[in-house]
């Protein structure tokens, strides 16, 4: 089977009169289609059982197989393909049970070519549209992930829409957020899903290469070109091309090598240490950092020019303490993985732990929690990880401070010499529980009060109180 470009939409044309499979065909060339044509409806449905097309247009009465025979076939083969069908003026009532059977739409002949441009032109934006939805359905199962990403959260599920829409793409990509978010796991999804998935990913960490040594390592050597440089060596540049490199931490760049990266992504060519030769590269950039670089752009740490030219998308992975609706999904994959590699029985949490799991702000972010639960699987005896196997701090009931400075936990420790205002106590002690179950229910206060078994509109004053009292 022959390759076809990707990137322009595939056409069958089924018509027994030569003269109209050549119009269309003309026609539909122009437009910048690729098309192929057929004078009955056994050779297109021959072609089509193996081979891709987004859309078939077919005349309705032809010898043998007429077009709604056709469309019926066709869509037991491929449902989602758009099938538009022609006919006389005398048998529209065919053409309106060819609907029926699953038609996009008809045309009767003869037919003005503009308004016929234009139907095809929106036949194909919808089968675009249903092409894109059945990608993020697929990817996204049980909606609680995308490759290597977990979460069902609405930060995570704005993500997962914006991998699959720049996917495509050859656009440069920035990925920030703090450590531990998940950003190498984001530039692996971007790969995944384009069409450089089947070429390399080359990750390099920015900040784990010596400086006197990243030229070299991105863009090659030529021998000779310095002390220890006794062969002609590729760099990592070269090796992704094709595919996708992916430079993480890349605030921690020299501003030398700034240059050289600026250049690679203007001109697409690169030059090894010591050559005198420019070689073109093929390869989709994207960089991820932990760093403001607007920041480090406005301290004179890293070029304008640069941050606006890797720039072009922008992806922000949130910290899992905005997303901890996502943590259930996290635990239940890091209990399997672990368990698997580590030959242990564990197959779930029990409720308590997983309260206190919850609980955890986590500025470690998922790489934190991850740690946690491989710890507990490998302590935990049973096959359910209990509170006994988190650590000492997931397990400790976290202090607060009374109005006086004393320490207080779920209960007063003791009262201060000095005395203290009971009422202000039981109204502090009163807020942080309010505060708590807010954080639990994600801020959302309805379920807070629920959780607490108070009014809705108990809840609204108590907290509206509290920030009259603040003022």
Known sequence: MSEIPIDKDRVIVVDDEKSMRDFLSIMLKK?????????????????FSENNCDLIIADVRMPGMGGVELLKKVKELEPSTVVMVMTAYASVDTAVDAMKSGAYDYFTKPFNVDDIKLHIDRALKWRRLEREN?????????????????????????????????????????????????????????????????????????????ENLIESELF????????????????????????????????????????????????????????????????????????????????????????YRLNVVHIEMPPLRKRKE????????????HSKELDKSVKAVSEEAMELLMDNDYNGNVRELENVIERAVVLEK????????????????????????????????????????????????????????????????????????????????????YETDDN
């Open 31 to 47: 437009e910048g289609y690729l098309v192929e044509t057929f004078p009955d409806g056994e050779s297109a449905l021959e072609y």
């Open 220 to 307: 090659g050597h030529q021998k000779g070109a310095f002390t220890g440089a006794t062969s002609n060596k590729a760099g990592l540049v070269e090796k992704a091309s094709g595919g996708t490199l992916f430079l993480d931490e890349i605030g921690e760049m020299p501003p030398s090598l700034q240059v050289k990266l600026l250049r690679f992504l203007q001109e697409k060519i690169i030059r090894r240490v010591g050559g005198v030769n420019d070689i073109a590269v093929d390869i989709r950039v994207i960089v991820a950092t932990n760093k403001d670089l607007e920041a480090e752009v406005a301290a004179g740490n890293f070029r304008e020019d640069l941050f």
């Open 134 to 210: 059945e990608l993020l359905k697929k990817n996204l199962k049980s909606a609680v992930g995308l490759g290597g990403l977990i979460g069902n959260s609405r930060l995570m599920r704005e993500v997962y829409e914006m991998i699959m829409s720049i996917a495509s793409s050859k656009a440069s990509v920035l990925i920030t957020g703090e450590s531990g978010t998940g950003k190498e796991l984001v530039a692996w999804a971007i790969h995944d899903e384009s069409q450089r998935k089947d070429a390399s990913f080359v990750p390099v960490n920015c900040g784990a290469i010596p």
């Open 382 to 465: 049973g096959d359910v990880i209990m509170p006994a196997s988190l650590p000492k701090n997931f397990t400790e009931v976290m202090s607060q401070k009374d109005v006086s400075g004393e320490v207080v936990g779920e209960v007063l420790s003791d009262i201060p010499s000095e005395g203290l205002d009971l009422d202000k106590a039981v109204t502090e002690y009163e807020r942080r529980i309010i505060e708590k179950a807010l954080k639990k229910c994600g801020g959302v206060k309805k379920k807070a009060a629920e959780l607490l078994g108070i009014s809705f509109r108990s809840i609204r004053y108590k907290l509206e109180k």
């Open 326 to 337: 996502d943590i259930p999904y996290l635990v239940k994959h890091f209990i399997e993985k």
